[in-house]
Every structure is written in C-alpha cells, then in structure tokens.
C-alpha cells in the first residue's frame, strides 16, 4: 500500500493525519523527497516512519492545531514539510422527511459526505436522497452504532418527533462531534433539554447543541429552512478552521501507476488564488488534475512538472503575482506563492 492510500485510510476512519515530506537540498543527486506519514491525536508514527524527535513533534502538533502547512529545516539542513489533512467532513441527518431532502442536497453541493438515517422504508431510500453516499433504514436508538460520529461530524437532528428527537440527543452528546443542531420550536426545545439535565446530561454539553437550529434569517419553506441549517453548519466547519481534504488528489496518488510531478503550494504571502496545501498533479504528456490557481503561472507550473519527470529531479518554484505579473495574467491578486513541484514514481 503506497503512502496515499495509507493517508487515505486514516482520514475515512475519522483521524486527522500528517504528511512530513523531507528535501535535502544539498542532495547529489538533486532535491529527492522523502515521505512519512503520522496520523491520529497523538501523531503515531505509521510504519516505516522515524520515531518524532522533540522538534519535529512540536512542529507537527501546530501544523495540526493550526490547520496549515507547515515547513522548517532541521540540524543536519534538511527541510521539512509537514501537511496536516483532516477527515472529509460528514453531514449526518436523522430524520428522512420533508427538511432532510434539500438539506442532503446542498450539504452535498458544499463538500459533505452525506447520510441519512429514517426508521420508515418509505423515507430512508436511495430514491428519496440521491446525494446521499449512504442511507441507513434503522432506529434513531440504533444507529450510532453504525454512524461513528468523530470530529469531522455534523449531525442534524430533525425528526418527526419529541421523543426520537430527546433519544437521538442523548446518544449524540456521549460523542464529541463538531456540530449537533436540533430542529424545534423554543418550547420543545427546552423540553428535550430540561428532560436530559433531569438524566444528569451537564448544563456545558446541552449548550453545545444548536438548538433552535439554523440562521436566523426568517426561514419558512422547508428549502429555506435547509439554507439556514447548512449555512450554519458551514460557519461551524469554517470557524474551525477545517481545511479541505483535496480528496480527489489523493484518491489519485493512491492508485497512480505512472510517474508523475505533484504540485504543492506550500507557502504563500499577500492576496493569492489558492493558500498553502493546494494540489494538483501533472503527467508527462501535460494533463493535470486540480488547481493552484490557473492562469499562466499554472501553466508554467505545468512545464515544469514535466522537467520533473523527465530528469527526476523536483523543483521549488516561486510564483509571483505581484502588480504587473497579476494583471498581465487578468488576476485579482498581489502576492506570491511558494510551490514544491515534486517527482513521484507511482506505484
């Protein structure tokens, strides 16, 4: 199994994970990267990664808090590249009724795994929530089991009843997602929350959840109300600083045959298109997969990486999109970025 797939792998089972490519270049045989992979809270080195010495776990640990790229070189002039990737975040809804359709469809739209869970055939079905990646026919009770909330979870909770809505809470709240939201008028609100506080639920916990839920923007029909809840939801994702997982990129790395240059921008200062851990990769006839930010900088990148292939050399390259650079290429921008342009064999 290549690095990517492993990478893969820690994020679908809900771990945040983290890349430290190593460049040493004073290398003879040009900058020859070396990767590793740590992945989980406590940065666990996957097999065939060194054991973290005190800086490089430090140095892990902010790129991880952070969730931004990270770079430094060490004693022995090595640099080192750290990338933290968290879990493609999920949009879990209980409920499969009037709210849940629209909702499963714009949560799709902006980059959520969706699932939907219903206890009734007639709602929980492929038919009904065509964006959805999985649609579970069972108990509100019983679906935790399957569900696996994590950090990269935002549940939804808007069934078609006081009850379901007061055992899905109870079982949601014994986990630490990033988002619980509950539909509900203030009074049943109140009443599934003063009910769980009576259980011994802590007052802290109950005010996690957002409740009633969604924007405040005067919602009525049930495709509004979805626009309220998944803005919210977004706000949540963003104020959290969770970075995007580029998971088409490395479900592509993880199966690629072919040697091929993959472009990461890994710094970057001022107003530029993509920020640090923008990916894309080129192959040696020139086709690319994912962006760095277009335009004719891209496409320098572009030839470069096809250098790359060739002498198997990777490259640093700095784009500058300052003043006239940017205007020549029709970009709202002025700043600049810093991109490794790496050889990677596949396999």
């Not at 250098?307 to 990777?314: G, L, Q």
Request: net charge negative.
């Amino acid at each position: 199994m290549n690095i990517f797939a492993s990478l893969l792998q820690e994020l679908t089972a809900g771990k945040k994970a983290a890349l430290v490519t190593a460049i040493d270049k004073n290398s003879a045989g040009g900058v020859l990267p070396e990767k590793h992979l740590f992945a989980g809270e406590d940065l666990t080195p996957a097999v065939g990664a060194p054991a973290t010495d005190e800086v490089l776990a430090a140095q892990l640990q902010k790129a991880l808090n952070s969730a931004r790229v990270r770079f430094f070189q060490d004693t022995a002039g090595v640099t080192r590249i750290i990338e933290p990737f968290f879990p493609e975040p999920r949009l879990i809804i209980l409920g499969g009724g009037h709210i849940a359709v629209p909702l499963a469809e714009f949560g799709a739209k902006v980059g959520f795994k969706i699932t939907v869970v219903d206890d009734r055939l007639s709602f929980a079905n492929e038919r009904r929530f065509p964006w959805a990646d999985q649609v579970l026919c069972t108990s509100f009770q019983d679906c935790f089991r399957q569900i696996e909330l994590n950090q990269g979870s935002y549940l939804v909770i808007v069934t078609r009843g006081h009850r379901h809505d007061q055992s899905s809470l109870r079982q949601a709240l014994q986990y630490d997602p990033a988002y619980i939201g509950m539909i509900g008028s203030r009074r049943r609100v109140h009443i599934v929350k003063s009910e769980l506080l009576k259980e011994g639920v802590s007052q802290e916990k109950l005010d996690t959840v957002q409740a009633p839920i969604g924007l405040p923007i005067g919602a009525v029909t049930p495709e509004e109300i979805a626009v309220s809840i998944i803005a919210q939801v977004i706000a949540c994702r963003r104020k959290a600083n969770w970075p995007d997982p580029e998971r088409d990129i490395l479900e592509q790395l993880s199966r690629e045959q072919e040697a091929v240059a993959i472009v990461t921008v890994i710094g970057s200062q001022g107003s530029v298109p993509r920020e640090a851990g923008a990916k894309m990769i080129v192959w040696p006839d020139g086709q690319t997969i994912g962006s760095i930010g277009g335009g004719c900088a891209e496409s320098d990148i572009t030839l470069i990486g096809r250098d790359v292939i060739r002498n198997k050399k990777s490259q640093f390259k700095e784009i500058d999109l300052t003043g006239s650079a940017a205007e020549e290429e029709g970009m709202v921008c002025g700043g600049t970025m810093q991109v490794l342009i790496e050889y990677y064999e596949g396999k």
